[in-house]
């Protein structure tokens, strides 16, 4: 028999003399079957105290929607949210303290009718990392004063009858560009909507969304189109008490389509499928480009950088120009971090990878540019951590060595790690990067390391050099990486190259010249705001009218490119978005390695050499996003999943678990389930030696072709 908590019984039964529909949480999910409250039930207050008798109730929630007197509820998950709103939406009287943020609640205009919904705002998601959910028909909303890990929800009331001044509101549904969502919004008929499955709870969402859409696919009279698909999956979405994202949701569906079509040599959904088209020869003929050797007007690029790219040249058994200039970008971009900026406030922080087989050279400015800096006296102010081994460790690092460049190998593993919800100290990291990248013009960052333990960042300034091998990455990156903006913020230097012949002889010595010159950027002053080193007050350097010019005009060619892509939904167009800040960053770091100091201003030079950069990298960078990141988890389990089909033939629930690492047997068999309602798998029985048979699944093909399933 559970302990009744005196508090949260009074505000159930006082839910209940109010004519909500009122629930027992515990981990804000439903302790009991409440699908009769979805219909207009209302559980009497017998049942309320049985509940508080038999479950250790924590948490309390009531029915949203037209069960709550037709009120919906926005739920703010952090700061950025909650101004959000305060900006966007009209004041209500009736708000909720929440953990992170704050619950705050509407009515539905007369007529509308409000669904659950998350991230409804995904401008605020790329650029801030928060997000506003919406809780309306079919939902429920935690309500005080239940308990959350830090303390109890509580009300935040205004006037003298809250809840009879409550505002009518129409929920804002916006696209990743800014604009009105309305995209795959097809009416469904009446008799159709009987089609639509009952709601899944998390953890069964995907399996039953893959076993509908397989359903409508293949057993249905009618041909749907893809938009209709789209539709009939956001109807069934809305009624989920959590539902899923928008764009996992139309992920999901494009794929099971798509494989449809491969499987059965069918194109009846391509006139619904969006394929964005390059918008001018220049970027079609950069990704036709092969990437061998980079162009001199890359790998040449004058001043310091130049000087780096030939010492790592001299100085390593195989070395690649571009890679050693990326170091470089990293390297000289660290050394006058906080102390200049550009007109637009952009420091010169860099996230740059290099992703190439083994033995082509990646790994030649991980020992290269730490022997330059220890020839220059400054290794020690200037390297950060070679291991990023969690997101609290980054951020007590950064506390103590405020302008850091870190040098890392693996970034593979890295991302593996952070992707691996099991492995809780580096689950944080990528976030936590993106927040370093974007804030590094704030003279103060709090950061919530710990309760007891919170890290104050005065200023702060982290560039890294990563490298890996093309398949440790791509296996590990998931399109999520790349639409919540992560990936937006690192450079790809991709090169499909060969091994090269190793030198015989090199030559470690620095160069005198290269020595002072990175002892002179290490010497300018940080300027600072006051006579106390608190907040910096870097040096602006802006690009030339001439400059400026240049860059406006190229600038308005990636706007283009971005608005093109905005049409798909794996977030590739904020990879485009970014494109102009780094260029006005390495056209910077150019600036000053051809000055060898702080520069007046920003030359056409540099400005053009920035952009032929960005425009020689970010194609290629995209070009492999696209054929190799999985769009989700479950994505990136097909891919593997064939490749044990491929080489055994067949595939059960155990060779999935037990060769893929971080997969549990319930996400094998629900991988496993979904590819057979998309039709790229049949299950089959497999006669084990002990005589005893075992589901299996071969590939579809496999059955036309006749092949016989071998024993074990």
């Known amino acids: 028999m559970s302990t009744k908590d005196p508090e949260l019984l009074a505000a159930a039964l006082e839910c209940h003399d109010r004519g909500w529909a009122v629930l027992p949480l515990a981990d804000k999910k439903p302790l009991v079957r409440w699908a009769q409250y979805q219909q207009g039930e209302i559980p009497s207050s017998n049942e309320i105290n049985q509940w508080f008798i038999d479950f250790n109730v924590r948490q309390i929630a009531v029915l949203t929607g037209q069960k709550l007197g037709n009120i919906w509820v926005a739920d703010a998950d952090g700061p950025d949210a909650v101004e959000w709103l305060d900006s966007h939406a009209p004041r209500t009287p009736v708000k909720v303290r929440t953990r992170k943020g704050e619950h705050w609640y509407f009515r539905a205009p007369e007529g509308l009718e409000v669904r659950n919904k998350v991230n409804i705002v995904p401008s605020l998601k790329n650029t801030f990392n928060c997000q506003i959910d919406v809780r309306g028909d079919g939902g429920y909303i935690v309500i005080p004063p239940s308990w959350h890990s830090e303390g109890q929800y509580e009300w935040v009331l205004s006037g003298a009858d809250p809840w009879f001044n409550i505002p009518e509101y129409k929920p804002p549904l916006e696209n990743s560009d800014g604009s009105s969502a309305n995209v795959y919004e097809v009416n469904v008929p009446r008799e159709k909507k009987a089609l639509i499955p009952e709601p899944a709870l998390e953890g069964f969402r995907n399996s039953t969304l893959a076993s509908y859409i397989g359903t409508l696919i293949f057993k249905s009279d009618g041909r749907f189109t893809l938009a209709e698909l789209i539709a009939f999956a956001k109807l069934w979405n809305n ?91 990293c390297l000289i971009g660290t050394l006058i971090g906080q102390k200049v900026k550009t007109e637009t406030g952009l420091r010169t922080n860099l996230y740059i990878m290099a992703l190439a087989p083994s033995g082509t050279g990646k790994d030649s400015p991980l020992k290269a540019i730490p022997k330059i800096l220890m020839s220059a006296n400054c290794a020690e102010a200037v390297l950060g951590p070679d291991q990023l081994a969690s997101a609290p460790a980054l951020w007590k690092h950064l506390e103590a060595h405020k302008c850091q ?237 064939m490749g044990i089909l491929k080489k055994n033939g067949h595939v059960t629930a155990r060779d999935v678990y037990s060769n893929i690492r971080d997969c549990s047997s319930l996400q094998a068999k629900d991988a496993l389930y979904i590819l057979e309602q998309s039709g790229e798998l049949i299950k089959v029985n497999k006669r084990g030696a002990n005589g005893q048979s075992t589901e299996a699944w071969v590939a579809a093909d496999t059955i036309t072709r006749g092949v016989k399933l071998k024993d074990a």
């Not at 020869?281 to 980079?294: F, G, K, M, N, W």
């Not at 790809?492 to 160069?511: D, G, Q, R």
């Open 239 to 329: 009624q989920n008490p959590v539902p899923l994202s928008d764009e996992d949701l139309v992920i999901t569906v494009k794929s099971i389509a798509k494989t449809h079509e491969r499987n059965h040599s069918q194109t009846i959904y391509e006139k619904d499928i969006v394929v964005a088209e390059f918008p001018d020869p220049e970027l079609e003929q950069a990704l036709s480009e092969p990437v061998t050797e980079a162009p001199d007007y890359i790998t040449r690029p004058g001043g310091i950088l130049e000087e780096i790219i030939d010492y790592i040249t001299e100085s390593s058994v195989i070395d690649f120009p571009l890679f050693s200039l990326g170091a470089g970008l």
């Open 405 to 641: 460049l870190c040098l890392l190998d693996e970034i593979g593993d890295l991302m593996g790690s952070v992707n691996n919800k099991f492995d809780t100290a580096k689950s944080g990291l990528t976030q936590d990067l993106k927040k370093l990248f974007s804030s590094t013009d704030r003279g103060s960052l709090k950061i919530y390391v710990e309760s007891a333990k919170n890290v104050h960042l005065n200023w702060h300034h982290l560039s890294f050099y990563a490298t890996g091998t093309p398949t440790a990455f791509w296996s590990n990156i998931k399109m999520g990486d790349i639409i919540d903006g992560f990936i937006s913020r690192n450079l790809i230097f991709c090169a499909n190259l060969l091994p090269k012949e190793p030198k015989n002889h090199v030559n470690t010595h620095v160069p005198e010249s290269l020595i002072k010159s990175i002892r002179a950027l290490n010497a300018i002053k940080r300027p600072f705001v006051g006579d106390l080193e608190t907040s910096p007050n870097p040096v602006t350097v802006s690009k030339t009218e001439e400059a400026t010019a240049y860059f406006n005009k190229w600038r308005k060619k990636h706007i283009n490119y971005q608005t093109v892509f905005m049409k798909d939904s794996d977030g590739i167009a904020s990879i485009y978005a970014r494109a102009p800040e780094h260029a006005s960053k390495i056209a910077l770091i150019h600036a000053v390695s051809l000055e060898r100091g702080v520069p007046d201003a920003v030359g056409l030079d540099s400005v053009s050499y920035a952009c032929k950069l960005i425009d020689w990298t970010i194609p290629k960078m995209v070009e492999n996003l696209k054929e190799h990141a999985s769009y989700n988890s479950q994505d990136g389990l097909r891919r593997r999943i």
